[in-house]
């Protein structure tokens, strides 16, 4: 009876978190790369999927939504240089999580993530 019991208990834990993880996950944030103009998204991705932005310098931010295999118990971020090394990975271990902001500045090479992302990021010279 014991058995029967735990595996109803843990039935009903995973059912649970299932039903906690949102339809779409919203990913705001900006990149500020030594002083030029900021870019800025906000993106709205379907849960268990990812997308890739390139970007203007030749450097890829990857972004995962929690449930899919790359990232499943929570969200993902990663900054790539344009030969394709990992400059920055974030992850937010939340699977329900339908929102999360964030930036990036990147002043002579050097990465500093910010999150939550502030109002304004300032340039490097600041």
Do not use: W
């Not at 890739?52 to 990232?71: I, M, N, R």
């Not at 900054?79 to 990992?86: D, H, K, R, T």
């Amino acid at each position: 009876m014991k058995a029967v019991a735990a595996s109803t208990v843990l039935f009903s834990s995973s059912l649970a978190a299932f039903a906690a993880m949102p339809e779409r996950v919203q990913f705001v944030g900006s990149i500020q790369h030594d002083n030029l103009t900021p870019i800025t998204f906000d993106l709205h991705l379907p849960s268990k999927q990812s997308a890739t932005l390139k970007l203007a310098d030749g450097s890829t931010l990857e972004l995962v939504t929690p449930g899919g295999q790359a990232s499943p118990d929570g969200a993902r971020i990663r900054l790539l240089s344009p030969a394709g090394e990992i400059m920055h990975t974030a992850t937010v271990p939340d699977p329900s999580l339908a929102s999360t902001s964030f930036a990036y500045k990147i002043c002579n090479g050097q990465v500093t993530y910010m999150s939550p992302a502030p109002a304004v990021v300032q340039d490097c010279g600041a």
